[in-house]
């Protein structure tokens, strides 16, 4: 029995346990974070720490009416039952002193899903020596971590939900000094070290562009190329309340104007939330399982929203499977009709953007965020790299980026998964294409 194997049956053990104390009208959830993930942290492409994270937290949820509490625990393999009957304890005390919660909403339906998607991950042997040979020469600063992530929910009311995606992650920088770096990196269920080779390979040959004279770029507007980072990067700031139910009725979301038909964007731009195409578990805490896809921008135009169960009981709509946060966990953005290939000949002169960072809104209502450039920019001419340009800040509308502004969308959207590793690895990612857009200012 593997790992997550022996997981779930655990799990199931735990949940039956822990539902066998419950008393009177209460309503029990247990829900199961867990990982088995393999890791190396490499600098100047050198192996600087290896180890293992064999990690599992769970969640013990009590309802009784209208009234709950939660309470986290960390397992361990040994008094686990115990532990979380501790729990359940603890909880039963919280609600006890608590009022009623007036927009309480969970599923009372019992909907069971299993999904186990096995990969093919390599060994940690295979990672030092893809991270020692193929990186020589390189001064490689990051991180691969590859393993199974698990998640589970189970309720008192007989349901039971399982989520298992094998996955590994490697994320990577390499530096030719000062602000001069490429960022990269490759993830996927099915390790293949010809692809980190090429992966790598590319790195180099941005290095060798970086390694030219600079090209100081004054303040003002340019044509640009965002690459398929650039946009994860951009979406995950729209991702703050852009698509959530509750951000549009409390006039927090950046994309109020679109969703109350103010604005629109170009006819190109599509989104869709697509759990089916992603990495993020088909349920949710409050025992909801998502749609395979929910839509959100139809060609310019906004036609759906995140909706979480709390959102649902106050202001009176149908939950479709969003998180407490309403943000997407597989926010999908459609392709264009411009060849990667062929992407520099379509900007033609301008700027290639291949990374952004410290995203933030400058006028929320506007939708406007400012930012800045991160290590592989480009001054292109005539469809050519001239020159590495330094970092410069933007503060852009998203409104015009994707909407009047906006020239073009690349033919391949790259799936760019969740990589953080705070607290524990995610399951959520990205799907997004690279865009060419008029006019984008640059402030300094």
């Known amino acids: 029995m593997n790992i997550t194997a022996r997981a779930e049956a655990r799990f199931t053990a735990l949940s039956d346990a822990l539902f066998a104390r419950l008393t009177g009208a209460e309503v029990g959830f247990l829900s199961l974070d867990g990982e088995a993930t393999s890791f190396v942290r490499f600098n100047h492409a050198k192996v600087r720490q290896a180890g293992f994270v064999d990690r599992q937290r769970a969640m013990v949820r009590l309802i009784d009416g209208a009234r709950h509490a939660s309470v986290t625990v960390d397992l ?4 686990d039952s115990e532990r979380l009957h501790a729990a359940l304890v603890e909880a039963r005390a919280l609600v006890a002193g608590s009022d009623a919660d007036p927009y309480l909403l969970y599923n009372t339906e019992p909907t069971s899903t299993r999904r186990v998607a096995h990969g093919a991950l390599p060994s940690a042997e295979e990672i030092v020596a893809s991270v020692a040979e193929d990186a020589a020469g ?19 009311l007989g349901q039971v939900n399982w989520h298992v995606v094998e996955r590994f992650d490697a994320k990577v920088a390499a530096y030719l000094g000062g602000d001069r770096a490429v960022q990269t990196g490759l993830s996927g269920a099915a ?3 010809t692809e980190w080779r090429a992966t790598l390979d590319a790195a180099r040959s941005k290095l060798e562009a970086l390694a030219r004279p600079s090209r100081a770029i004054q303040p003002g507007r340019y044509r640009v190329l965002l690459t398929p980072h650039a946009m994860e990067d951009l979406l995950g700031v729209i991702s703050w309340g852009g698509f959530s139910a509750r951000a549009r009725r409390t006039g927090s979301s950046p994309l109020l104007r679109l969703a109350q038909g103010e604005a629109q964007l170009h006819p190109a731009v599509s989104f869709t939330e697509d759990i089916a195409g992603g990495w993020a578990p088909a349920f949710t805490a409050d025992g909801f399982v998502r749609p395979e896809r929910v839509k959100l921008v139809e060609h310019g135009r906004h036609v759906g929203e995140l909706v979480s169960a709390r959102s649902a009981g106050e202001f009176l709509l149908a939950a479709n499977g969003a998180d407490s946060d309403e943000s997407p966990r597989a926010l ?14 379509a ?21 406007r965020v400012t930012g800045m450039t991160r290590f592989a920019t480009f001054w292109v001419e005539n469809g050519e790299i001239v020159a590495p340009v330094p970092v410069m800040r933007f503060d852009e509308s998203l409104l015009r980026v994707l909407g009047d502004q906006l020239v073009g969308v690349t033919s391949r959207a790259e799936e760019l998964p969740d990589t953080g590793t705070y607290g524990g690895r995610t399951l959520a990612g990205t799907r997004a294409p690279g865009i060419i857009a008029e006019g984008f200012s640059f402030t300094l």
């Open 138 to 156: 390189l001064d490689v600063v990051g991180i691969h971590a590859s393993g199974p992530m698990w998640r589970g929910l189970a309720t008192s």
């Open 76 to 79: 361990t393999g040994d008094g």
């Open 191 to 193: 390790w293949s070290r």
């Open 332 to 345: 999908s953005m459609a392709p264009g009709d411009i060849p990667p290939g062929d992407a520099l000949a």
């Open 347 to 367: 900007l033609g002169t301008g700027l290639y953007i291949g990374n952004l960072w410290y995203l933030n809104f400058s006028d929320r209502p506007a939708g």
